[in-house]
């Protein structure tokens, strides 16, 4: 089977439909949809339209419940600005209920191949952080003796990597709409469950269309800049 991941869109649809042209049995999201972006709506579309499981991120939460998304200090003021004056214009009352309905963890068994699914981690689904360069942070976690499996997918970090620790294999496919890692571009995973293959991919794209949307919706100068610096 092959199952493509995507993760951390943030209302950028562009890289998206580059990534459904691949060839997959299953498409799995790993959370964040919406905010920063223009267009959360389309990307809500895309994501009902293809998609078959769907992990709640702290951003989708965020705008589905009306509570702070808790999300890093450098970026919280403008991922407020952009939920109160670009997500929640938006949206409709049946887009919030769609993100109502995704689940905070999942897990998956494709041929013998058990995948725990979240957007943060496994201790901590809606906030909690993975990253490659401290791995430490997992031996300080009690992961064994909670959820078993072969594979844990996760999001939030918006950076692409693989590491196993602890006899856990942890893949994050970065983000497909606002990458933060050096090499700039969105990302996604295609697994092959069958060859235990992880095939991360890169898109290239114009970001012109996504830069005159947020310039044509966000008045605030110093806030349409910044957030078209995050693309």
């Known amino acids: 089977m092959k199952i493509l991941v995507a993760s951390d869109i943030h209302a950028?649809?562009?890289?998206?439909k580059t990534a459904l042209e691949e060839s997959y049995d299953k498409?799995?999201?790993?959370?964040?949809?919406?905010?920063?972006?223009?267009?959360?709506?389309?990307?809500?579309?895309?994501?009902?339209?293809?998609?078959?499981l769907f992990i709640m991120g702290n951003h989708d939460y965020a705008?589905?419940?009306?509570?702070?998304?808790?999300?890093?200090?450098?970026?919280?003021?403008?991922s407020v600005y952009s939920r109160e004056n670009i997500t929640l214009k938006i949206l409709s009352k049946e887009?919030?209920?769609?993100?109502?309905?995704?689940?905070?963890?999942?897990?998956?068994?494709a041929e013998s191949v058990e995948i725990n699914?979240?957007?943060g981690a496994p201790w901590d689904h809606l906030y909690g952080y993975i990253f490659p360069w401290k791995p430490e942070t997992l031996s300080s976690r009690s992961i064994l003796g909670g959820d078993d499996g072969d594979y844990f997918l996760i999001g939030h970090t918006h950076h692409q990597f693989?590491?196993?620790?602890?006899?856990?294999?942890?893949?994050?496919?970065?983000?497909?709409?606002?990458?933060r890692d050096l090499v700039g571009f969105p990302s996604y995973l295609i697994i092959d469950t069958e060859k235990h293959s992880f095939d991360f991919k890169r898109v290239k794209y114009d970001r012109s269309k996504l830069h005159y949307e947020i310039e044509r919706i966000v008045r605030?100068?110093?806030m349409q800049s910044r957030l078209k610096a995050m693309f």
């Open 12 to 16: 950028n649809p562009f890289p998206l």
């Open 27 to 52: 498409a799995i999201f790993l959370g964040d949809s919406v905010d920063y972006g223009p267009y959360p709506a389309e990307v809500i579309d895309l994501l009902r339209d293809n998609f078959d």
């Open 63 to 78: 705008v589905a419940y009306g509570v702070d998304c808790k999300c890093g200090e450098e970026n919280h003021d403008i």
């Open 95 to 109: 887009d919030i209920d769609f993100l109502k309905q995704f689940k905070e963890s999942d897990s998956i068994n």
């Open 117 to 119: 699914i979240y957007h």
């Open 162 to 179: 693989i590491l196993t620790k602890g006899g856990k294999t942890f893949i994050n496919p970065g983000s497909l709409g606002q990458p």
């Open 220 to 222: 605030d100068e110093k």
